[in-house]
């Protein structure tokens, strides 16, 4: 799963690479249904999509140069106005309606059907991990791309542009409308503030493509969900030798952590947590009077998340009590525990023989790729997945590495990189079904 490795790392939601993380991949071959497989084949081949998958093709310099140029404008976390408000202007420029930026910082246009269908979300993250200072200069060495979010995800804004610009020169009629546009608020602390946002004001949205780096051909189609804490232990402190019979912080903690590391969570649906930071203490010669612990959960199931929550954040206070009591300390003046939500990701998954998902597999092997699924991952599709919306993560195209590393530079390799817009788009078209000369039925339902 090595090669797989690299693609989750550029999967990015605040997942830092994981290169040994076990995915629980499907046991038996996939297959997609007949229907599913006719359905996409006869979009790829009619007349207006065919000239769109040209389209893109012939667009691949233009996309390049686009890529860097969105690059090139910082859009840290929590600060992604000025990358948005370039990112409206070129939306725009593909001839979308209705062209705005939401309150969160969400900017989405739509392209409207012939009426009737059903309506899908295609979008890409304007946030990057990196923070505000960070060079984001792209330099170019034997045809690759390097800089800090050159493929995380400049590539996906970069895949939304082309499928409209597609979309709009081959005159492509659709049953369905497209809303195309791009997230705030993707990454890290960033919380998924924007799709949430973007979903809470689009009650209206059947479906959901986000285009994240990565090969084509891969499809995600389960959220992993994260809920991560900051859990904060005070006590009355004091001199180690003067003050001794006071409990301490510090032990607190430690009989916390002890109880949270025998916690059994189910194997499948994938459930993990870890106390991944510790800080705390005043000296080697004082009983500690603060301490603190950062904890990740996660799961792809929204239920084991909740239940492995509802079991580990007790046994903080259970930890306080503990030590209170070896010392006979009153929890007045004892050791006192405070807990800080510090990340919430939803998690989500769906049938894998969803139509979406199904759809996402047809895609690229009509592309002539060879699809594969993929372990559950974290980006902006968990908030609809968790909502019950079909929703895939693909990739943008070319190929990438080292994304998020503040050490090694981020790059990218354009090598055949529209096979990633001209696959999301032929996703989103079998979802929305085509209208015109050559009508092919939406095969994603309205809800
Ligand atoms: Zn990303």
Redesign the pocket.
């Known amino acids: 799963m090595a090669a797989i490795g690299v693609v989750l790392a ?4 605040g997942t830092p690479p994981q290169p040994a993380a076990p995915p629980d991949p499907p046991a038996a071959p996939y297959e997609v249904s007949a229907p599913v497989s006719a359905a996409v084949n006869a979009i790829k081949e009619a007349p207006a999509v065919r000239a769109a998958l040209a389209a893109i093709a012939n667009d691949e310099p233009r996309a390049i140069a686009d890529q860097i140029a969105i690059n090139q404008i910082p859009a840290p976390p929590f600060k992604e106005d000025q990358r948005g408000a370039d990112y409206l202007r070129r939306l725009t420029e593909t001839g979308l309606e209705d062209v705005h930026r939401d309150k969160e910082g969400n900017v989405y246009g739509v392209r409207r059907g012939t009426g009737g269908g059903p309506t899908m979300f295609v979008s890409a ?1 304007l946030d990057t991990v990196f923070p505000e200072g960070t060079d984001v200069t792209v330099t170019q060495q034997d045809g690759k791309l390097y800089g800090p979010g050159i493929a ?2 400049a590539r ?1 804004l970069t895949a939304v542009l082309v499928i409209a610009r597609a979309l709009r020169d081959a005159g492509v009629q659709t049953k369905g409308d497209i809303v195309l546009g791009a997230t705030v608020g ?2 890290g602390l960033g919380n998924l503030r924007g799709v949430k946002a973007f979903f809470a004001e689009n009650p209206g949205i059947d479906g959901f493509v986000t285009i ?2 990565g090969e084509p051909e891969h499809v995600a189609y389960e959220g992993t969900g994260s809920r991560r804490y900051e859990i904060a232990f005070a006590g009355p402190g004091g001199h180690s030798f003067g003050d001794f019979g006071r409990p301490s912080a510090i032990h607190a903690m430690g009989r916390a952590i002890t109880k949270i590391s025998e916690i059994r969570p189910p194997a499948t649906p994938r459930t993990t947590f870890t106390v991944g930071t510790v800080a705390g203490g005043t000296s080697v010669n004082s009983i500690a009077g603060a301490a603190k612990m950062q904890v990740d959960m996660r799961s792809n199931d929204p239920g084991e998340l909740t239940k492995l929550e509802a079991q580990l954040l007790p046994m903080a206070t259970a930890g306080a009590q503990e030590e209170n009591a070896r010392w006979n300390a009153a929890a007045e003046g004892g050791v006192t525990v405070q807990t800080t939500l510090i990340g919430d990701r939803p998690a989500g998954t769906q049938d894998r023989n969803s139509p979406i998902v199904q759809a996402a597999f047809a895609a690229p092997a009509a592309l002539g790729l060879n699809p594969a699924l993929q372990p559950a991952s974290s ?1 902006d599709a968990n908030v609809p997945l968790n909502l019950g919306i079909p929703a895939v993560m693909l990739g943008g195209g070319g190929k990438a590495g080292n ?1 998020h590393s503040s050490t090694d530079k981020e790059w990218f390799d354009p090598t055949d990189a529209h096979l990633g817009p001209q696959n999301a788009m032929l996703v989103a078209l079998s979802m929305v079904g085509l209208a015109g000369e050559t009508p092919v039925e939406p095969l994603l339902p309205n809800r």
């Open positions: 550029a999967g990015c939601g993250h995380d995800d996906g993707e990454e994240e780096p980006t994304t």
